[in-house]
């Protein structure tokens, strides 16, 4: 059974601090890693993509890859109240696989 | 319009009655899905073409019938549904299936109520 695992939250954060998001997949296999925003009532929205080891940054959200633990997190930098929203992982193996998302709670 | 359209955004349906999802995707991407979510779950792959070909099916019951006339539009055929076949369903579109970027973009969903 391939699976995508996610702390469902919530996880809750102040203002101007880092969130941290993680997610672990057990297909070795998986090529491609993405983080989705989701927020209530609304379709996911790609936010980021990573297919190498270590980390990529875009702004204040930083992807980091570790193949060999099969881990891979999304660091938001400097919350802010309106990242609030559901973050889904997916990985892609055969075909794109999504974890149930991490809900964060970003308060003022 | 840009990005990926879904017509309707909201449907209510008796067991009995027969309607359709639409989508639209005005990217130029070659694969499109349709994922059904539901509360407390993953988001579930239902069906994938590319290039209008149906690649792939995750054992979705028959009440749900796909349709891709062109690589721009996708349709799911809705008969005899079942009250738990209430959920989000999500439509995306991807520049290629077999790529390894598989960046899928979303449609806004339509809520389905089954009563």
């Known amino acids: 059974q391939k699976e995508v695992e996610q702390n469902s939250g919530p996880l809750s954060v102040p203002e101007g601090a880092i969130a941290s998001l993680n997610c672990t997949y057990s297909d070795r296999g998986s090529q491609s890693f993405f983080w989705y925003r989701q927020y209530s009532g609304k379709s996911p929205e790609l936010i980021m993509f990573?297919?190498?080891?270590g980390d990529k940054e875009d702004g204040r959200f930083t992807a980091q890859l570790n193949k060999a633990s099969q881990y891979v997190s999304l660091l938001i930098r400097d919350s802010q109240p309106s990242d609030s929203a559901t973050y889904l992982c997916?990985?892609?193996?055969?075909?794109?696989?999504f974890g149930t998302g991490t809900r964060l709670q970003v308060f003022p | 319009e840009t990005g990926v359209t879904q017509t309707p955004r909201h449907l209510v349906m008796g067991m009995t009655n027969k309607k359709s999802l639409k989508c639209e995707q005005h990217?130029?991407?070659?694969?499109m899905y349709w994922y059904k979510q539901s509360a407390k779950k993953p988001l579930e792959l239902m069906f994938v073409?590319?290039?209008?070909?149906?690649?792939e099916n995750n054992s979705v019951p028959s009440r749900f019938s796909p349709e891709c006339p062109n690589s721009s539009h996708l349709f799911l055929h809705l008969h005899t549904l079942q009250p738990e076949d209430s959920a989000l369903y999500l439509c995306?579109?991807?520049?290629?299936?077999?790529?390894?970027?598989?960046?899928?973009?979303f449609g806004p969903g339509t809520r389905l109520t089954v009563l």
């Open positions: 073409y590319s290039l209008e070909e149906r690649v």
């Open positions: 990573i297919y190498s080891n």
């Open positions: 995306a579109s991807s520049p290629s299936r077999g790529a390894a970027y598989n960046e899928q973009f």
């Open positions: 997916a990985v892609l193996t055969d075909k794109l696989i």
């Open positions: 990217l130029g991407h070659n694969a």
